[in-house]
Structures are given as C-alpha cells and as structure tokens.
C-alpha cells in the first residue's frame, strides 16, 4: 500500500481551477455558463480555413522550436503596425501553446528559487502557481475595490533586493480595468528604480472600450526589461487553439525559450498557420471585435444593474463584476453556489484570485463572451433573484 501522497507540496495548495469548477457545476445545474472565459461562437472562418488547408497540405511535422516562421513573421508585423514596436521575428519572438504556457515559461526563464515576483491582486490564477511551481515567492500589491487602483508607495513596499520581477496585467482579469498611462509609468519609475524584469499580460489588448492599449514596453526605456506577453484565443475568439507569445530583447527571449523547449519544444504546427493568416488582418477586424464586445458588455451592466447589482461599465476585458449586496449575500463563493444550483447561472466568486481572500468576497464575475441569446438568457434567470 502506498503511504505517500502524489501530490507534490507546491501544488496541493491549489486544487483545480476554478474556472473548470465553474463549468462542471454549470453542465450539472444546466446553467447558463457566464463563469469561465471562453465565447460560446466560433472563431472568424478565414482563419479557421487557413487551418484545415494546413492540414490537407501536410503540414503535419513539429514545427520550428520558437514558432513558425509565417506566425512570428505576422506578429512582427502586427506589433509594428498597431503599436510603432519592433520586434526581430527570428530573435524576439517566441510562440508558445496558449499565454498560459508563456507566462510559465517566463517565469521559469528568469527566476531562481526564492526569487520574489511581484503580483496586484486580484490575479489570473495561474501566476500563483507558476510561480510556486518556480520555486519563487509572491508579494502582492492590492488592487482596492470598488475602482481597483493602486499606489506607488505599495507597489515599492511590495518589492525587496529579492525582487525579480513585476507582472503587469492589463487589461485586467477579473476586474476589466485598464491601467491608465500614469499607473504604467508608476511601474516603470519602480521598474528602473529598482532594476527590474516586467512581465505583461496583454492577453486583452483588443478589448478595450475606452481609448486605446497602451503596451508597457512602449514607455521609454521599458522595451529592454519587458517580456510582453499576448494570446490568439481571445482576439479572434478561438481559446481552443491555444496559441500565445512572448516578445522580448533577444537575452529575455532567449530565457523563454529555455523554459519553452522542455515544456511543450513546439506549438499545433496548422494552427499556428491559421494564426498566421489570422494575424495578417488590418486593423478594421480588431475595430469590429471591439464594437461587437462593447454592445455585449453595456447589455450586460445595464441589464444587471435594473436587476439590482452594483456594477460599473469595465474599461477593457470581456469580463464584468458585479456587488450582490441587495440580495442579501456577503460572501462571494456562497453567492455564485446559489446562482448556479439555484438560479441557473454560472459566475467566477473572485475571491480565489486573492491572497487575502476576505478582499474579494464582495462581487462575482461575469463573463460576456457568449451570444446575445445566451446573455439573454441569464438575465432572464437572474430576474427572479430577491432583493433584501
Ligand atoms: N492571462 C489572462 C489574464 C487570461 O485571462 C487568460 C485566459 N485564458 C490567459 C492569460 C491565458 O491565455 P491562453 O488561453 O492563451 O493560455
Ligand atoms: N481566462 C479564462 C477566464 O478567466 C479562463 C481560462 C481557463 O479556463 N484556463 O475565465
């Protein structure tokens, strides 16, 4: 009889995601799934037909370590065109399966045991534990609700001579806020200050309602300590492809890709074609995404304020969150059990993005990627939620 556990001690503190919880309960319950991030439409066609030729024309071997030549060409391109970044397709550029995947391996690339990394909570959740599984430890910086900003003063309390890096994510998962330009030059004082890495997660940097994305590497002197991280799956709504990449000078690049070659060496060869066609759009489709997911999110805000939540437009993100005070609730795990089993409608309680989780009792999330239809639907469930 074995008398160890399997689980290793870095990772039995997480147990499965929440998000596959959430989906779990919402296919039991038959519950309308605004929980986990994922659209219930598919992905433009073109990209999806650059794929299948892919396929029919043999593209069926590994592809090149870093990326496809054609994909981190198109990248290049995109980063240039949208942003006035340049970034070396050959040297710069690393694809890897999903952002998930490079966040890991950036993590991994630049740290040692005991490291210390910098992460505004609430967090996507798989910061926490790639930087445990790196063996390096978390400070946190609080992000305060009800507007989520955050102070010089703590992000340099947060940081010691033990701090490699700080992980920048905006627009921001769960809250939807977008960091302003003055918040991003906070970092980078505190950044060169304190002579340290910045990883940006820009996974929704085509999902921003007011203004535009600014990417951190493009304040001045930042480009050289960023390692800026992106993903396929949200901007064309095809999270199952799993394609993500990191930009970055070629000595950071170099450290992603050490991680990357022994986690997965190379990404889904045809999709990183479609990817590449995909990428190779003008601007005229991201401007349309954008308008589309606006309809969806003002629907959404003003549907649940008439029902009685608390809940401010978000600023970018397909990701809105909601106060349930009204309905008597004032824990968020409790609120979203109810929702589900009750109501028929699947949400995120936040607070599992939370080192200190008492902060983020107070809301749940609300994901509107998904058809109007769907979005009707869950609204015409929560109707018949109490008010107090
Ligand atoms: N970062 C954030 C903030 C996210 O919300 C997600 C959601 N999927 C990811 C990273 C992971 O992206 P991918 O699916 O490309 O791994
Ligand atoms: N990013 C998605 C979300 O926040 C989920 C991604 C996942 O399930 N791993 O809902």
Redesign the pocket.
């Known amino acids: 009889m074995i008398r160890r556990p399997a689980l290793s001690s870095r990772l039995a503190p997480f147990g499965t995601t929440i998000f596959t919880e959430m989906t779990r309960l919402a296919e039991e319950h038959g519950a309308v799934n605004l929980a986990q991030?994922f659209p219930d439409f598919d992905g433009p066609e073109f990209a999806r037909e650059a794929a299948v030729e892919a396929i029919r024309g043999g593209l069926g071997q590994y592809a090149r370590m870093a990326g496809l030549p054609d994909l981190v060409r198109a990248l290049s391109l995109k980063y240039e065109r949208d942003y006035g970044l340049f970034y070396d397709p050959m040297a710069e550029i690393t694809v890897t399966?999903?952002?998930?995947?490079?966040?890991f391996a950036a993590i991994h690339g630049i740290t040692e045991p005991g490291d210390e990394i910098v992460l505004f909570e609430p967090y996507?959740d798989?910061y926490r534990a790639s930087v445990a599984m790196a063996g390096a430890v978390p400070r946190f910086v609080a992000l305060e609700a009800p507007d989520f900003r955050f102070g010089e003063g703590a992000l340099l309390e947060a940081c010691s001579e033990k701090t490699r890096a700080i992980l920048v994510?905006s627009p921001?998962?769960p809250t939807g806020r977008v960091f302003s330009r003055e918040e991003l030059e906070a970092i980078a004082r505190v950044a060169e200050e304190r002579d340290l890495y910045v990883i940006t997660?820009e996974?929704?940097e085509h999902l921003v309602y007011e203004g535009r994305h600014i990417p951190f590497a493009t304040l001045p002197g930042m480009r050289e300590r960023t390692i800026l991280?992106s993903?396929?799956?949200?901007t064309f709504s095809l999270?199952g492809w799993?394609?993500?990449w990191a930009c970055a000078p070629p000595a950071l690049s170099a450290a992603v890709r050490a991680a990357h070659q022994f986690v997965t060496f190379a990404t889904a060869t045809p999709l990183q074609k479609g990817a590449a066609v995909a990428l190779s759009t003008g601007p005229a489709f991201y401007e349309g995404l954008t308008r589309e997911y606006r309809e969806r999110r003002d629907f959404l805000v003003g549907a649940l304020r008439e029902i009685g939540f608390d809940v401010t437009a978000p600023e970018g993100?397909y990701f809105a969150c909601a106060r349930f005070g009204a309905f008597g609730f004032d824990d968020d795990v409790a609120f979203a059990r109810h929702l589900v089993s009750k109501i028929g409608v699947a949400v995120i309680p936040p607070s599992v993005f939370y080192e200190h989780t008492e902060k983020g009792k107070g809301y749940v999330r609300f994901a509107f990627c998904k058809k109007r239809e769907t979005l009707e639907r869950g609204i015409d469930r929560l109707r018949s939620l109490t008010r107090i």
């Open positions: 991030g399966s999903g952002a998930t995947e490079t966040l996507y798989s994510n921001h998962n997660d996974v929704y991280i993903s396929f799956g949200k999270t799993k394609i993500g993100t």
